[in-house]
């Protein structure tokens, strides 16, 4: 026992081993005490016979310095829910991060002008890709698509009045709700037509007789009303908002960036439909279909969009160098539709062919059924969805690994999923866990397979309840 203790490494060869070398010394020092404490005593208690060697020493502290540090982390998406609000809704994939890294690690020109030497704009690095990809003639980006329409009215409607369908006073995403948006933005809301019906004689109506100066159409997107309804299309309100002199505004809530069709994925706006459909002014969020930053993008007309650049509000809202260079990578894929499709998880995830995800959720299960002995094992196709307040009606069949633990509980095995050191956010359905494919990324398979063993050797080996 004595030697064991003795041939546990030394505090100084784990410190310097080569795997902390971006760390702070002290960090590794604290943690590596406490794993050598715990070797120490699972040696004094007979519960290990064999000293870990340096690397493995190294390793386990390096496992809880990654594990314990973090309250912000990855977790596996394994729900189908493709923007999934509370998982961080757009997962950003590696090209659009490595570009990041780049230009944030050190300085970079967010706001210097490189040809003069003078101080620069951080909107113009993204602002022409915008319009050439939406084909528009003037952009802004804000921190999120709220504070996109906090802007646009608070510029454009500020003490004035501003016509909206009954049907539009939407809430989303539990803190968004438009009528209140509005008011925030010192504009007055004038709420015309009913739920399910609005005419274009409303908005007429609000122009003539309540001095509307702004004519606002938002997208319901998490809601739909069926039956007897009727809605202003926005090439209909532009045409007629064109003729009395009155901006329109579109809150498209979330745009595709590229037509979706040639990608056997038939639904979704795209920005430039709005935009061609004839809206002076649209925005959307940058994390929902576009699959990017937490941003708000606000396109169209450029004299609008001007002075919305001048007002005060926005140097509150303005995104950081992070989100502008995420943002401006993804543009630049967005440049390639072909690339874009494959390249930006969202999109690849969305336009994934059900053939595959089948394919996928076999060789999974397959897997499954070898390394796991107390679980039932099946491929299944369930519903996954698109998430994020974004086409609610489009059904999205996938696929998914169907396991019904034996010797646990489904509750049980779930909680262990989801406790685990890469925590595994799965859906319980008919008592059986469902790993989605779909929203799996490359890898995930190898650390859901290790969970599901380790969880079920624990079961066997009475550490987890059965509840
Ligand atoms: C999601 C959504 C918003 C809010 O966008 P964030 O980027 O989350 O701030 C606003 N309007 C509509 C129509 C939306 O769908």
């Known amino acids: 026992m004595n030697d064991l203790l003795s041939s546990l490494p030394n505090m100084n060869s784990l410190t310097e081993h080569p795997i902390f070398v971006n760390m702070g010394n002290e ?3 604290s943690v590596a005490r406490a794993i050598l404490d715990d070797l120490r005593h699972q040696i004094l208690s007979g519960a290990i016979s064999n000293a870990p060697s340096l690397d493995e020493c190294a390793g386990l502290i390096f496992e809880r310095l990654s594990t314990e540090s973090s309250n912000l982390r990855r977790v596996i998406n394994a729900t189908g829910v493709v923007l999934h609000t509370n998982l961080g809704r757009a997962p950003l994939g590696k090209e659009m991060l490595a570009e990041a890294l780049i230009a944030c690690e050190g300085y970079n020109n967010l706001e210097y002008d490189l040809k003069t030497g003078k101080r620069g704009s951080r909107y113009t690095h993204v602002e022409n ?11 802004l980006v804000v ?15 500020a003490g004035k009045n501003v016509a909206i369908s009954r049907g539009e006073l939407v809430e989303i995403g539990g803190s968004f709700r438009v009528p209140e948006i509005i008011m925030q933005s010192g504009a007055e809301l004038i709420e015309i037509g009913s739920t399910n019906k609005t005419k274009l004689s409303d908005y007429a ?3 003539e007789h309540k001095n509307a100066e702004l004519l606002l159409k938002v997208h319901t997107s998490n809601y739909e009303i069926v039956g007897f309804t009727q809605s202003v299309s926005i090439s209909e309100l532009s045409e007629y908002g064109a003729s009395v002199g009155r ?6 809530g979330s745009s595709f960036l590229i037509d979706t069709q040639p990608y056997g994925f038939d639904a979704g706006e795209t920005a430039m439909s709005g935009l061609k459909a004839g809206a002076d002014i649209i925005c959307f969020s940058g994390d929902k279909l576009m699959g990017c930053a937490q941003a708000g993008i606000i396109a169209g007309r450029s004299d609008l969009i001007s002075a919305m650049k001048k007002h005060p509000l926005t140097r509150a809202l ?7 260079s995420v943002l401006e990578s993804a543009l630049r894929q967005y440049r390639y539709p072909d690339e874009a499709a494959t390249r930006i998880p969202v999109l690849a995830m969305l336009f994934s062919k059900s053939d595959n995800l089948k394919l996928r959720a076999e060789s999974f299960t397959t897997r499954l059924k070898a390394s796991l002995t107390n679980c039932r094992v099946d491929a299944v196709e369930v519903m996954d969805e698109t998430g994020g307040g974004s086409l609610p009606n489009v059904p999205l069949p996938g696929w998914a690994v169907s396991i019904k ?3 646990l509980s489904v509750n049980a095995l779930e909680q262990g999923l989801r406790a685990y050191k890469t925590p595994i956010i799965i859906r319980i359905q008919d008592e059986a866990i469902l790993v989605s494919v779909r929203t799996l990324l490359p890898g995930d398979e190898d650390v859901i397979s290790e969970a599901l063993i380790e969880l079920e050797g624990k079961a066997d080996g009475g550490d987890i309840s059965h509840d």
């Open 247 to 252: 901006p329109v505004v579109y809150d498209a």
């Open 318 to 324: 303005r995104p950081d160098k992070l989100t502008l």
């Open 27 to 29: 960090r590794v020092k």
């Open 129 to 139: 890709l915008i319009c050439e990809i939406i084909e528009t003639e003037a952009a």
């Open 205 to 207: 109506d609000a122009v």
């Open 405 to 407: 633990p034996s010797t």
């Open 143 to 157: 921190n999120n698509n709220a504070a996109a329409m906090v802007l646009i009215l608070a510029t454009l409607a």
